[in-house]
């Protein structure tokens, strides 16, 4: 076994090449805690391939099964993702600290279910395509892929996790996704909340996410926090996050927003309340410190104005009430008077 000690981008990169296999793996860990092992489509051809009935399967020990298509591309040339620009993608992923394994796989034909790359549980299979693609694209691409895997790391099976998210998110529970667009399911806005906030400089060289109508993840008051708590291990982020309401809502003149404080915050002396007021894309309307801490609920009421006097314009703005180290987070509904 061979170890090569690399710098990318200020971060420490650890290569390892995994000689006892025929065909060799690449192991990339990186500063945050994450590390990938990148299967490639010749050791995956050599040691997991096997046919089934006229099927052809990837079958690997940890990771299960996957059927591959390789009549899918006709008479068409595939060309196999670059494992330098997956390896680097991942090894630029920063900014939070935890322990991730991820398995990737360089397949050298289409998954038959999705035709194209997809995650699944602590694995990215990552597909081909029919030229070669810029660096930004499979950049993109393959920290989307393991945004999902973040998703089933810290967030599935921990449905507070997931209405704390929710909460900061807008989002609603979605019985059925699959009858919902692509781009407004809650795991694909999970994986690029995920990718935006935490890929390098090349996956998020695009400064957007895929669903245009939501605010960018780093204008959503929270949000950055909440996942870096979670993939460390910690659920103080979630715990903080508390029941909170808006009445009337919608409103017309004023609407009086009230944040449930646990038992524990209410022992706890000073910590003003402090409302934050935003628009739908995450811009800071009106930021009001005061109002009232009486019977477990912190209370602060807004007019309705901006941080310049003037009336705001109809529609639907969010909110973030804090107390004592505690925060709520929903939206109201502002009406023409």
């Not at 990339?28 to 490639?40: D, E, K, M």
């Not at 081909?128 to 089933?152: D, K, N, S």
């Not at 699959?178 to 781009?183: G, L, Q, T, W, Y």
């Not at 004592?324 to 939206?331: K, L, M, N, S």
Request: proline share 5%; hydrophobic share 40%; with cysteine.
């Amino acid at each position: 076994m061979t170890q090569t000690n690399l710098k990318l981008n200020g971060l420490a990169l650890v290569i390892t090449l995994i000689a006892t296999l025929p065909a060799m793996a690449l192991e990339v860990t990186n500063a945050s805690g994450l590390r990938a092992t990148i299967h490639t489509a010749d050791e995956i051809n050599q040691n997991w391939l096997v046919q089934d009935n006229g099927r052809l399967i990837l079958s690997h020990p940890e990771c299960g099964d996957v059927e591959l298509d390789p009549a899918a591309a006709g008479e068409r040339e595939l060309v196999l993702p670059s494992v330098d620009v997956v390896a680097e993608a991942l090894a630029a992923v920063q900014s939070f600290d935890g322990e991730l394994h991820v398995h990737v796989f360089m397949l050298p034909a289409f998954p038959a279910q999705v035709m194209s790359s997809f995650a699944r549980r602590n694995a990215i299979y990552m597909a081909p395509a029919f030229g070669v693609q810029a660096e930004e694209t499979l950049a993109y691409i393959t920290i989307h892929e393991l945004g999902h895997v973040m998703c089933w790391a810290v967030l599935d099976g921990r449905p507070a996790r997931w209405d704390a998210y929710r909460s900061l998110r807008g989002l609603t529970v979605q019985d059925d996704p699959s009858i919902v667009a692509h781009a407004d399911r809650n795991r694909e806005i999970v994986a690029e909340d995920l990718r935006y906030l935490f890929g390098g400089p090349v996956a998020t060289s695009s400064g957007s996410i895929e669903n245009s109508r939501l605010s960018l993840p780093d204008a959503v008051p929270g949000l950055r926090n909440l996942f870096a708590g979670y993939l460390a291990g910690d659920d103080a982020a979630s715990d903080r996050l508390r029941p909170s309401s808006v009445y009337p809502n919608p409103c017309r003149e004023q609407a009086r927003v009230e944040l449930s404080l646990s038992s524990a915050s209410q022992k706890n002396a000073g910590g003003e309340p402090v409302l934050e007021v935003f628009d739908l894309r995450g811009r800071l309307v009106r930021r009001i410190s005061g109002g009232s801490l009486d019977n477990g609920r912190a209370t602060v009421t807004w007019n309705g104005q901006g941080r310049d006097g003037r009336r705001q314009a109809a529609g639907m703005y969010l909110y973030r009430i804090t107390a004592r180290g505690e925060v709520g987070t929903g939206r109201m509904l502002l009406l023409d008077r």
